[in-house]
């Protein structure tokens, strides 16, 4: 178990970390390493990286791998720890550098899966059959020049600035601290793009903790009630579900 802080400088800017961690050596990047780069903004960065690395397609469960250190340093935060602490078997935790440096570079784009299903699906209605429009097909489709989550970044990082104090100081942080934990929760369930959302929110806390941006917190606090309705619909659909599934049986076998 350790405790991480670092002397690094935290006047240089975020999405230079971010390039600099991809440039260095070794052919993993490692929790620890992540942890140690950041130094005192090492909760927001923290959240914010994992985040991102979240929204990556990943195998059944592989979400839950990034929601627990999530979910950890965001409790640390609600109890006013002024440094990251994780155990040491989850900072030896590591990702591919090659993997890590392509997320941060490659443009923007939709997910594989989703792109032929918008190119290939077509809907029949009243006997005439559609497809999505052009304008929906070009949305989806993979650019080879695009915005760069490091560029856009870079643009947050240059409409981002100190702002609304009240909402990042240290009563708030404990508030955001406990949304982080349900958001990462969210995050980690098995729901059709459950992980959108919880982790657009995730993105805005952590930009504003970081950055001391209480607009970022109050966007954040936006998308987080978006997660809960969509929730809520989800829910409502399951239960609704189960009671025609209930009716079926009780007619067959009844």
Not at 128 to 140: E, K, L, P, Q, S
Request: with cysteine; hydrophobic share 55%; glycine share 8%.
């Amino acid at each position: 178990m350790t405790a991480l802080s670092s002397p690094n400088d935290d006047l240089r800017r975020f999405s230079d970390v971010l390039e600099d961690l991809g440039d260095a050596p070794g052919d993993k990047l490692s929790l620890e390493e992540l942890v140690a780069a950041f130094g005192e903004r090492g909760f927001g960065a923290m959240i914010l990286i994992l985040s991102l690395l979240a929204l990556l397609p990943w195998p059944p469960g592989g979400k839950a791998v990034f929601a627990v250190p999530i979910i950890l340093m965001a409790l640390e935060l609600a109890f006013q720890r002024t440094s990251v602490w994780l155990p040491r078997w989850m900072l030896n935790t590591a990702v591919s550098r090659d993997a890590y440096t392509a997320l941060i570079l490659s443009p923007i784009a939709a997910p594989n899966w989703l792109r032929r299903w918008v190119q290939g699906t077509k809907f029949r209605i009243a006997g005439r059959t559609y497809g999505f429009t052009n304008a929906v097909r070009r949305a989806v489709r993979r650019r080879r020049r695009g915005t760069s989550v490091l560029s856009l970044v870079r643009a947050i990082e240059r409409l981002s600035r100190p702002r609304l104090p009240y909402l990042t100081g240290d009563v708030a942080d404990t508030f955001t601290g406990l949304v982080c934990v349900f958001l990462a929760l969210t995050m980690a369930l098995p729901i059709p793009f459950g992980d959108a959302l919880p982790g657009i929110a995730l993105l805005l806390f952590s930009l504003g903790m970081m950055q001391r941006d209480g607009v970022a917190i109050l966007l954040g606090v936006v998308a987080t009630a978006a997660c809960a309705l969509y929730l809520l619909l989800i829910w409502t659909t399951v239960v609704d579900a189960a009671h025609h599934v209930a009716a079926w049986f009780a007619r067959v076998f009844g």
